[in-house]
């Protein structure tokens, strides 16, 4: 399995990739396909990795900017994270979450903030923290990673991409 950046001409098969993954996730609503479309469209989609084994994409993950009120800025949203369902639990989704990390902190990235399971995402370091908000989902499923000392303190806004 190789990671690289995705190519324009593959968005149809991860936007499939993408629908594929989150079919029966219960906290799904859907939209993760378009919404990564949308970021594509916008120019918002600041890092598109997919994993690969020759010609077949395994898997898929974004990250695009975030703004955290009263901070300068460097912080990326990771979402959504995509594994083709007959490859989940083998460690795809688990390589390419490291390769973004890792690209993101050699751009100068702040950090990241990602919704979603807290015993998935803790193990890469992501954790909840009482002064950085999201508002919606209950706070221990809204977490972050600092590349720096500190995790900053505010509402954390995605990239209007989400909204529709």
Do not use: C, K
Request: zero cysteines; charged letters at 15%.
């Amino acid at each position: 399995m190789e990671i690289r950046p995705e190519n324009r001409r593959e968005s149809d098969q991860i936007s499939a990739l993408i629908t594929a993954a989150f079919e029966t996730a219960p906290h799904s609503d859907g939209t993760e396909a378009a919404i990564v479309q949308r970021l594509r469209e916008a120019g918002g989609l600041s890092l598109s990795l997919v994993a690969h084994d020759g010609a077949e994409i395994l898997g898929h993950i974004a990250f695009s900017p975030v703004t955290i009120t009263a901070e300068p800025g460097g912080w990326y949203g990771l979402a959504p994270l995509s594994v083709r369902p007959d490859m989940q639990g083998q460690g795809v989704g688990s390589a390419l979450l490291r390769e973004g990390l890792s690209l993101l902190r050699s751009r100068g990235a702040a950090g990241v903030v990602v919704l979603g399971d807290p015993g998935y995402y803790g193990r890469f370091g992501f954790a909840s923290h009482e002064g950085l908000t999201f508002t919606g989902p209950p706070p221990e499923y809204f977490q972050a990673l600092s590349f720096g000392d500190s995790v900053p303190s505010g509402e954390v806004a995605y990239h209007p991409a989400f909204l529709g």
